[in-house]
């Protein structure tokens, strides 16, 4: 079955940075797209990034564009997550996601948080 595993979350001060990873199984890597979402409890999960299945597009949200950077590898079925810069308001469970068909599959997500 589809699964999808993030790690690579924790507390972090201000400016500093993290990589996550999602690690993937179950369907054909890629074929889709991929997108890491993030969610503040209480909150409607926000997309951050997407990526294209080759790889050669990316999108961002306004928030995160240019501190950011999302990125794959397709051998390993992995999308990562770099971030720079990190400020308190970027605190949040990050989730990835795929949609295949008519389903969107979610990982547990990883908690990252901004604070000094």
């Known amino acids: 079955q589809v699964q999808l595993v993030e790690s690579g979350g924790g507390l972090v001060q201000p400016g500093g940075s993290l990589r996550l990873s999602c690690a993937a199984s179950g369907f054909r890597f890629d074929y889709y797209d991929m997108n890491w979402y993030r969610q503040v409890s209480g909150d409607e999960r926000e997309s951050v990034a997407w990526?294209?299945?080759?790889?050669?597009?990316?999108k961002y949200a306004d928030s995160v564009k240019d501190r950011f950077t999302i990125s794959r590898d397709n051998a390993k079925k992995t999308v990562f997550l770099q971030m720079n810069n990190l400020q308190p308001e970027d605190t949040a469970a990050y989730y990835c996601?795929?949609?295949?068909?008519?389903?969107?599959?979610w990982g547990q997500g990883t908690q990252v948080t901004v604070s000094s």
């Open positions: 990526i294209a299945n080759s790889g050669g597009h990316t």
């Open positions: 996601r795929v949609v295949i068909g008519t389903m969107a599959y």
